[in-house]
């Protein structure tokens, strides 16, 4: 099974700066590395697949980068919307797909 | 747009089965997508549970395998989880969604809203 482990936990900032959250598989994925974005007591929602494609409806602000095992999303310009907690998902090998435990990025 | 929504029991008692199901709208569960299984216990993370194809065919999460099975009822569109042996730890929020094919794997495009399952006497 292979491990993603994202970084920080937290991350506070402030609206309108921009953030930058990490994601590592524990062996090479290629770019098989999905985003994903979910609100207090939502569905988790695609934002990026193929390590760097937006989903169809994600903003231009959001940009994902990487590929093996070391992957970034960016959040540029943070609008109030965007304060949530992203997860990082590998589709290289499975069963089962798995998630990172999350990075909430939070108002500064 | 699809659109998918959970339905089943709120509580489970101890060493019972949890059953869920998930009813597809606005497309076909027979189009080539798999429909998967997603949980997340308060307060946490995202673990896969499973999914299955239009045919059958199934995959399980190894750490959930020998309590889950995930079936499919073309005619209602619809696909059932199942989980027995419940226990507190099966506490969660347990969503089903749409997983898309990308390079040989599968991400998760579309989802349902979710429903809480808590495992209690």
């Known amino acids: 099974e292979i491990l993603m482990t994202q970084s920080p936990a937290t991350l506070s900032v402030s609206p309108g700066e921009s953030a930058t959250l990490s994601c590592r598989a524990s062996?090479?994925?290629?770019?098989?590395l999905a985003w994903y974005q979910q609100k207090p007591g939502q569905a988790p929602r695609l934002l990026i697949y193929?390590?760097?494609i937006r989903a169809t409806g994600c903003p231009a602000r959001f940009s994902g980068g990487g590929s093996g095992t070391e992957f970034t999303l960016t959040i540029s310009r943070l609008q109030s919307e965007d304060f949530a907690v992203y997860y990082c998902q590998q589709y290289k090998d499975w069963p089962p797909w798995t998630f990172g435990q999350g990075t909430k990025v939070e108002i500064k | 747009q699809v659109q998918l929504q959970e339905s089943g029991p709120g509580l489970v008692k101890p060493s019972g089965t949890l059953s869920l199901t998930c009813t597809i709208s606005?497309?076909?569960?027979?189009?080539?997508?798999?429909w998967g299984w997603v949980r997340q216990p308060p307060g946490k993370g995202l673990e896969w549970i499973g999914e299955?194809?239009?045919?059958?065919?199934?995959n399980y999460n190894p750490s959930l395998e020998s309590r889950v099975t995930i079936s499919v009822d073309i005619s209602k569109n619809q696909f059932s989880l199942n989980l027995s042996s419940a226990t507190a730890a099966d506490t969660a929020v347990y969503y089903c969604?749409?997983?898309?094919?990308?390079?040989?794997?599968?991400?998760?495009?579309?989802w349902g809203r979710g429903t809480l399952v808590t495992v209690s006497s």
């Open positions: 062996q090479s994925i290629d770019s098989n």
């Open positions: 299955i194809y239009h045919s059958g065919s199934t």
């Open positions: 606005g497309g076909s569960i027979s189009s080539s997508y798999w």
């Open positions: 969604a749409r997983e898309a094919e990308d390079y040989g794997g599968r991400t998760l495009d579309s």
């Open positions: 193929g390590a760097s």
